[in-house]
């Protein structure tokens, strides 16, 4: 399975849970720890912030924007990833 697939699946997993922004966040983590890139983990995110956002799914368009940010740094440092 591909980069992308892998995250592309880990991702719509993770939006279907009863909590989807640590769902999201843990599979992140999954992904950095397996030693997938930064860049291809926050370039699959955006395709997916793209669908969603094309789909009016705003709430869970914000969830992936928040993990973005964990992912770059852009949140507190205890949600780094």
């Known amino acids: ?21 640590d769902s999201l966040r843990r599979a992140v983590d999954g992904q950095l720890s397996a030693g997938v890139a930064r860049e291809a983990i926050n370039a699959r995110l955006e395709v997916g912030r793209t669908e969603l956002r094309a789909d009016g799914r705003e709430d869970e368009e914000d969830v992936v924007l928040d993990v973005m940010d964990f992912v770059t740094g852009w949140s507190s440092p205890h949600m780094r990833l």
Not at 4 to 20: K, T, W
């Open 1 to 21: 399975m591909a980069v992308n697939e892998e995250i592309g699946s880990a991702f719509h997993a993770a939006l279907r849970s009863d909590e989807p922004l």
